[in-house]
């Protein structure tokens, strides 16, 4: 690769902003396929039961995507990597309005897609964080989180455009607005090729797996992207359901006052901390954080009033906002030879969080009778263990006992 020397700080700000787009691709990828569940059900008469199964389909792969990258993103490189992982995006988001129409069953065409943009969205969680960290910018704890930042406009976006395009033009038009999705990613896969991408660490210069894995703050690193998952999606996932049986609106308004709310509130708090971030203790700030968390589940679980409640859902996106970037952060800080290895480990390990924390709040409320309050009263146990995890962080370097 073309030394970093040779580039200027506004074609660095270019690779910024491509990777800006990589995770509101991200967003899309994720956000997207759920929003046309009942299309699917009413179109190609699927069993809602089974239509569910693309979600399982999609983390399934993108956590396998997490675990098998460490072995070749490095071999092959930065860029290969992220711009394949844009086409497979592009394809998979092009491949809802179409395979289900070529195959002979829909339903298989459906999951033939969500497994292509699933391999894209595996590789741009792994990838995009190394290469915004490799960029020669200050503050990078701040540029961090505003890039995680982009993921919640990304959900915001797709949910009220897709929203207000299928209200203009008909739910017939799904497919094309389908189509139109897939741009973004092929735009951006070309964008990729051209910008100038960073190796996180010089070639041969990245610890072993067998070492990353012998050092102390790389666990309480990977339990910090645990419960930073599982705190973001315990109620981002039932943040709809939330707002329809607490306010007794409609689907889509739930949709809105629940998912949105909650992703505009997390972006809030992400561009705040980017702003300001270079001022503040980072991990100061996490521990803050995960109280604030604890004090929104409380204050969504136990409040009387549905609107207190719905304000607790919000309260909590912002308060996991710098959670997920801020432990890419330190991590990046704290053990600078772990290389890309170690961002797809902790992205994997965040992808268990973000499963484990809306299964166990839908298996709490299922033994309480389907008492949704009960289930995040239960997850109010992943912000303490945040807490926890951070403290043992302060502790083991103060210690000096983990030397970078």
């Known amino acids: 690769m073309t030394p970093q020397r040779e580039y200027t700080p ?7 902003y491509a990777s800006y787009l990589g995770y509101i691709t991200q967003a899309v990828v994720n956000n997207l396929a759920p929003l046309l569940f009942l299309i699917f059900q009413e ?5 809602l039961e089974q ?3 693309l979600v399982t389909v999609n983390f399934c792969v993108q956590l396998s995507v997490d675990m098998l990258s460490t072995r070749f993103v490095d071999k092959i490189g930065y860029r290969p990597c992220i711009v394949a992982a844009h086409f497979f995006a592009a394809a998979g988001l092009a491949g809802l309005g179409v395979f289900p129409r070529l195959l002979p069953d829909p339903f298989a065409g459906l999951l033939a897609a969500v497994f292509l943009y699933a391999i894209g969205g595996g590789l741009i969680e792994v990838l995009i964080s190394p290469i915004v ?9 701040s540029v961090m989180s505003l890039l995680h930042s982009f993921y919640c406009w990304g959900s915001v976006g797709v949910i009220l455009l897709s929203t207000l395009f299928l209200g203009a033009f008909g739910k017939g038009a799904w497919t094309v607005l389908a189509l139109l999705w897939a741009l973004l990613p092929l735009f951006n896969a070309f964008w990729f090729w051209r910008v100038p991408i960073a190796r996180l660490t010089e070639e041969g210069g990245a610890l072993p797996l067998s070492k990353l894995f012998s050092q102390k703050l790389f666990w309480i690193f990977a339990a910090l992207m645990v419960a930073a998952g599982a705190c973001e999606l315990s109620m981002s996932q039932w943040a709809s359901a939330f707002a329809e049986s607490g306010l007794g609106v409609s689907k889509t308004v739930g949709d809105l006052a629940g ?28 521990w803050m954080c995960g109280l604030l968390c604890v004090v929104a589940y409380l204050m969504t679980a136990l409040s009387p009033i549905p609107v207190l409640a719905l304000l607790g859902c919000g309260l909590c996106g912002f308060s996991v906002g710098i959670l997920w970037p801020g432990t ?3 991590a990046a800080r704290y053990l600078p030879k772990g290389g890309t290895a170690m961002f797809a480990l902790l992205a994997l390990f965040g992808d268990l969080g973000c499963t484990g924390g809306p299964t166990l709040v839908g298996f709490v409320s299922g033994i309480f009778g389907g008492e949704l309050k009960m289930g995040l009263l239960a997850a109010v146990v992943f912000p303490m263990l945040l807490i926890l995890a951070v403290l043992v ?5 103060a210690g ?3 030397k970078p």
């Open 393 to 397: 962080c302060k502790r083991t370097l």
């Open 259 to 286: 998912p949105c709310f909650f992703a505009v509130l997390m972006g809030c708090a992400r561009v705040i901390y980017a702003k300001v971030g270079h001022k503040l203790n980072l991990l100061n700030a996490q």
């Open 51 to 53: 239509i569910t199964l």
């Open 43 to 47: 179109v190609y008469r699927i069993p």
């Open 328 to 330: 890419f952060s330190v």
């Open 400 to 402: 000096g006992k983990e």
């Open 10 to 16: 506004k074609q660095w700000r270019h690779t910024q």
């Open 133 to 141: 960290e490799a960029c020669p910018t200050e503050n990078k704890a």
